[in-house]
């Protein structure tokens, strides 16, 4: 009974359906898993798969394909496909192609992750704080600052260009992935370093990219290692800032000047890879020649010219004017002013080259003295007044001097020059004229005749004249001879005898004779003696009525003379 029992149609059943669990499981262990189907057909919106499994799959046609693209499907085409409902209300499985897609792929990272392996990804999106990134099916995120080694304006030249990422962390029960794009070129860059390092020499040629700009220069990236190209060796010509030549980002060739393999510091150069302009300078600018330049730079002590790219010389600003001195460099050219220069001198060792700006100009002192000879009359403005005289305007730039003692001829500077006022015009006569001092000398007395020219050609030193007293003082006595020429006694020329030489025996209007020891006939002054003519006198009395041998007394012999003289008289 017990073996029939176990033969019964519904007990087959049953065993029929334990082989099944058995074989396939139930449904829902399939959920989750990955199987390979084969396309049977297509529809508008799906595909037909066959799974092996008691019913098809269907798959959505939009997964096949990137959005808006036609799938390159047909029937008998296999893939891997991801169950996501074993059957859903039509009976039919539900499957994922993109979800298989990402279990391959989370597989295959987490062998890359294990073994610290670069993946192959593409920037498609952006999110917050970052981007996303297709790993082949799965999306990871990248932070914005693991984009590049420095910070990226304009990501979208990356975007859509397939690329490797290094995974920094993955959380498959979260479906989280981070990756860096930065790390991958961190460690592309140390490795390209510590080649180019290796290689590195003095006097090579490289290209490279300028990736910062400071007021002293610019860092130029060599693709792994930076060198700093200093403002001075960016160009021949004169550059302020590095910014007047650079821009970040840009594509520049440097040659490397100096390398310090212990502090791996480089220094790049740009101009050395051009033709140094100071060669030959001196040829091509020689002294005394005239050229025109540009101004590039003013400074207190002059302003700089540039001949041509790369070469300029220093007007200083002493010759800069004729006649503004003590004045700005400023006030007299500007910035990128042209101006014609002539070059003073060159040293091409030291790459100077001094230039004058005046020079190309007539000097006005030079001009004055062969337009006006000495002796000519002009007429000008007193344009200002000095304890010394006054200065008269003889041109929009020059001024002449008449000293105190050119004003008059009899009266004292000082008296005279109360009479004048600035602003007032007056002629007066050129009495000199020195270009290279810078100085013309004029006279307001001038314009007439010396009166005491007449005495002063017939009065030579040792000539005895009559003076009259003009004045007393207590060291010597002023008189004046013919109403014209002052002369003055000092108090030890008033007589022979030094009992007599007292100024106060002596009264104004007081006649006397003196003898000519000295003649001043530009200051028109004399210089007097009394004892002098006394003295002279005995050694021609002595020496005609007799002699201290003759056994004759001194008084005797001026008694003789004297008495002679007075017969004669």
């Known amino acids: 009974m017990a073996s029939a029992t176990q033969n019964t149609p ?64 047909k029937p008998g085409d296999e893939f891997e496909l991801f169950i996501e409902r074993y059957e859903d209300r039509d009976g039919s499985i539900v499957l994922s192609r993109e ?7 989370w597989t295959a990272l987490e062998g890359a992750f294990a073994h610290n392996q670069r993946v192959n990804g593409t920037i498609y999106g952006r999110v917050k704080g970052g981007f996303t990134v297709d790993l082949g099916g799965a999306m990871a995120f990248l932070p914005g600052s693991q984009v590049d080694i420095r910070p990226v304006r304009d990501v979208g030249p990356l975007m859509g260009q397939p690329q490797p990422f290094q995974i920094l962390k993955m959380d498959r029960a979260r479906g989280n992935i981070v990756v860096s794009r930065r790390a991958v070129l961190e460690e592309t ?19 490279g990219v300028v990736k910062n700009i400071t007021d002293y220069g610019a860092f130029v990236d060599l693709g792994g290692v930076d060198g700093l190209l200093h403002v001075t060796d960016i160009a021949w010509k004169r550059i302020n800032h590095p910014s007047e030549a650079l821009q970040i980002g840009q594509p520049v060739r440097v040659q ?75 006030k007299i050219v500007a910035t990128s002013q042209e101006v014609e220069v002539m070059v003073l001198d060159v040293d091409s060792a030291k790459r100077r080259i001094s230039l004058g700006l005046k020079q190309v100009q007539r000097n006005p002192w030079e001009q004055f003295a062969e337009e006006h000879k000495v002796g000519s009359i002009i007429e000008g403005e007193i344009r200002n007044i000095t304890e010394f005289g006054l200065f008269i305007g003889l041109s929009a730039d020059i001024d002449g001097m ?56 017939r009065i030579n030193k040792g000539d005895v004249v009559t003076c009259v007293v003009t004045a007393v003082q207590s060291n010597g006595i002023e008189v004046k001879v013919d109403d014209v020429l002052t002369g003055f006694i000092r108090r030890g020329e008033l007589a022979r005898d030094k009992s007599e030489q007292r100024p106060e025996r002596f009264a104004v209007g007081e006649k006397v004779d003196a003898k000519v020891v000295g003649l001043d006939r530009a200051s028109r002054k004399l210089a007097l003696t009394i004892r002098g003519r006394e003295v002279e006198e005995d050694k021609q009395a002595i020496d005609e009525y007799g002699s201290s041998d003759s056994g004759a007394s001194l008084g005797d012999i001026l008694g003789a003379a004297i008495r002679r003289r007075s017969s004669e008289d």
Do not use: C
Not at 41 to 68: C, M, N, Q, W, Y
Not at 99 to 105: C, D, P, Q, S, V
Not at 309 to 319: C, F, K
């Open 256 to 330: 490397v000047i100096r390398f310090n393999s212990d502090t791996q510091r480089i220094s790049l150069g740009m101009k050395q890879l051009e033709a140094d302009p100071w060669e030959n300078v001196a040829v091509k600018y020689p002294v005394n020649a005239r050229f025109t330049g540009r101004v590039t730079n003013i400074t207190d002590y002059g302003a700089f010219v540039e001949l041509e790219p790369g070469v300029e010389g220093l007007v200083h600003v002493s010759e800069m004017s004729w006649t503004k001195k003590n004045v700005h460099p400023g």
């Open 402 to 457: 008449v000293h105190m003692s050119d004003l008059s001829w009899d009266e004292s500077g000082e008296e005279v020059m109360k009479r004048y006022d600035k602003g007032q015009v007056v002629q007066a006569k050129v009495l000199d004229v020195d270009a290279e001092k810078e100085r013309i000398s004029l006279g307001i007395k001038q314009l007439q005749e010396d009166p005491a020219a007449d005495v002063l050609e």
């Open 10 to 73: 519904e007990h087959g059943k049953e065993d029929f359906a334990a082989l099944l669990e058995e074989t396939l499981g139930s449904d829902s262990a399939f959920d989750g898993t990955v199987v390979r189907g084969r396309v049977i057909r297509l529809t508008d919106d799906h595909v037909i798969v066959d799974v092996g499994l008691k019913s098809e799959g269907r798959v959505a046609l939009r997964e096949f394909g990137p959005p808006g693209a036609t799938p390159d499907i």
């Open 99 to 105: 979800k298989a897609r990402r279990e391959e792929a």
């Open 189 to 207: 860059r140390a490795e390209q370093r510590s080649e180019l390092i290796q290689g590195l020499k003095e006097g090579m040629i490289l290209d």
